[in-house]
């Protein structure tokens, strides 16, 4: 049961490729990873701290090995500068609180080192 596919993409110079060429380049990349826990689930609570839940640890190590083998495959490297992400496909047709999902894939990509932290 995935979450279909991440896609990002992203364009830079050709500066920051070594290329001659005059245009930007754009560069995608798409992974196909595990459904992610809402944000309710992603993290807990305690009256003296916040931290990932065992949901959370488990989605990013399956995001992290899925971005390995995705980066092998594909031949990619960390995305430099902008990029722009979609995410696709819903498990089923249950209603859902779609904004309680992206930020959880989105923190798991960026631990994963497919692109600089903005934090």
Known sequence: MGCGGVSARTSFSSEDTGLDAQSPVAVSMRIELPFPPSVNHYW??????????????????????????SSMKQGHRSFPG???????????KRVRDVDNY?????DALTKAGIWSDDA
């Open 82 to 92: 902008d990029v722009s992400v979609a995410l696709t496909h819903l498990p089923d």
């Open 44 to 69: 807990v609570r305690t009256a003296r701290r916040v931290y990932l839940s065992e949901a959370a640890k488990r989605f990013q190590r399956l995001t992290a090995i899925e971005v390995a083998k």
């Open 102 to 106: 992206p930020k959880g894939v989105l």
